[in-house]
């Protein structure tokens, strides 16, 4: 399966984005997906992560009460609301796939990944 991430930019703090994931190639539903970012100069860090139904979710504490995962089976689309968001939250966001059902937070338990998203928190 192909991931193509979108939807990054250059946004206040307080204020909010959404990333979206497009994935082609294969079912989305066959595959549990999950968000992470990494900042220059520092290690790709989980964000959160959602089951293949959609049905549950993980979220960093980083992150928890701010940002919500959710997927569109039928649009084959994978979706990252940021709302509120800090300088800290600045980083590249990349997608990713695991032919699995239910969630990880380890990014070596995902298959495939997309391309990154630049996202920038500044005034």
């Known amino acids: 399966v192909q991931l193509q991430a979108s939807g990054g930019g250059l946004v206040q703090p307080g204020g909010s984005l959404r990333l979206s994931c497009a994935a082609s190639?294969?079912?989305?539903?066959?595959?549990?997906m999950g968000w992470f970012r990494q900042a220059p100069g520092k290690e790709r860090e989980f964000v959160a992560a959602?089951?293949?139904?959609?049905?549950?979710?993980s979220d960093a504490d980083s992150v928890k009460g701010r940002f919500s995962i959710s997927r569109d089976n039928a649009k084959n689309t994978l979706y990252l609301q940021m709302n509120n968001v800090k300088p800290e939250d600045t980083a590249a966001y990349y997608c990713?796939?695991?032919?699995?059902?239910?969630?990880?937070?380890?990014?070596?338990?995902?298959?495939?990944w997309g391309q990154g998203t630049q996202v920038t928190v500044s005034s």
């Open positions: 190639g294969g079912t989305l539903s066959n595959y549990a």
């Open positions: 959602i089951n293949w139904s959609g049905s549950y979710t």
């Open positions: 990713a796939a695991r032919l699995a059902s239910m969630v990880a937070r380890s990014n070596y338990a995902y298959d495939y």
